[in-house]
């Protein structure tokens, strides 16, 4: 379920213009949703090693080689 919500200062919408928004809308929420599928299914393959950071998700590689190197100094390993 989706709600559409237009401010009251949006001039000129109309029923017909709603039902276009909601309809393009839901095609793109639908498309989105089995191109997420498709990604689940392909990280599951033997091919897949690992993906690519882009720049907004790099914290997010600096914090799991911080959980990482956390866990090598607890167990005294170096393998990481």
């Known amino acids: 379920t989706m709600d559409i919500l ?3 200062s949006v001039p ?3 029923d017909e213009d709603i039902k276009k ?3 393009f809308l839901e095609l793109v ?6 191109i997420c599928e498709i990604n689940q299914k392909g990280l599951r393959s033997n091919r897949f090693t ?3 950071l ?3 998700e790099y914290c997010v590689h600096e914090f799991q080689k911080w959980i990482l190197d956390e866990l090598d100094r607890a167990d ?3 393998s990481h």
Do not use: K, W
């Open 6 to 8: 237009f401010h009251q």
């Open 12 to 14: 000129g919408v109309h």
């Open 21 to 23: 928004i909601s309809d």
């Open 29 to 34: 929420m639908l498309q989105d949703c089995r």
């Open 50 to 52: 690992n993906g690519v």
């Open 54 to 56: 882009v720049p907004q």
């Open 76 to 78: 005294g390993s170096t």
